[in-house]
């Protein structure tokens, strides 16, 4: 994965010194969605609804409307289950990606992306005697589809995306054991974010 960031990195630097403009663009958005996982250390099968705020920012290249670069972004997201309303989960969720996109002369901004990185942290739980999977956390991949329209150019746009990720192993942060899943055992989540940020370009 991280040899997969680099190439990329190496390759928007070369872009960038072909007259290509740098695209930098800081966001903070609004997410709901759900998750589906398997705990491992417990056997537990659970699927919740959530919610929660997170940032992050996109940065690359930009040429005669093309986009492409490298995306990070994190989100405090917490769960809710009507048929248990005194358990709360807060969760962690870090993505980092490539995406690649369009802006069209009127301001509006296609994008797609593959996160290389996704990470789904348990972060503190409420009203269940799970404190021993505080700091566990699902590692896997996803993908990524945003549309995005400035409001004030180069100022302030408008964004809506949608991610979907699969995870693949769990970390167990109390035993330092890292789990393959496969098949009917891996974890999911998928969420859509609303978002505002500010599309800068040099």
């Known amino acids: 994965m991280k040899n ?12 960038t010194s ?4 740098i695209h930098l663009e800081p966001y903070v958005g609004y997410a709901k969605g759900s998750e589906g996982n398997h705990t491992p250390s417990t056997g537990d099968v659970s699927a919740a609804d959530y919610t929660g705020l997170g940032f ?3 940065v690359g290249v930009s040429f005669v409307g093309l986009l492409a670069g490298l995306t990070y972004d994190s989100q405090g997201l917490t769960s809710s289950d009507d048929d248990t309303p005194t358990l709360e989960v807060d969760y962690k969720g870090t993505n980092m990606g490539v995406f690649v996109g ?5 301001g509006l901004r296609l994008w797609g992306t593959y996160y290389a990185s996704a990470k789904f942290e348990f972060d503190s739980i409420t009203g269940f005697s799970g404190s021993g999977l505080i700091g566990d956390a699902y590692v896997g991949s996803g993908i990524g589809l945003g ?8 100022i302030l746009a408008v964004n809506l995306e949608y991610k979907s990720f699969t995870y693949d192993e769990y970390d167990d942060a109390q035993t ?12 999911g989540s998928s969420y859509l974010v609303l978002s505002v940020s500010a599309p800068l370009g040099f």
């Open 102 to 106: 369009y802006e069209f002369p009127l």
């Open 4 to 15: 997969f960031i680099l190439s990329f990195a190496l390759l928007t630097m070369v872009s």
């Open 176 to 187: 330092g054991i890292t789990t393959n899943l496969t098949g009917n055992n891996e974890a």
């Open 18 to 21: 072909v007259s290509a403009g």
């Open 147 to 154: 549309v995005g329209m400035s409001v004030i150019p180069m």
């Open 56 to 58: 992050g920012a996109r």
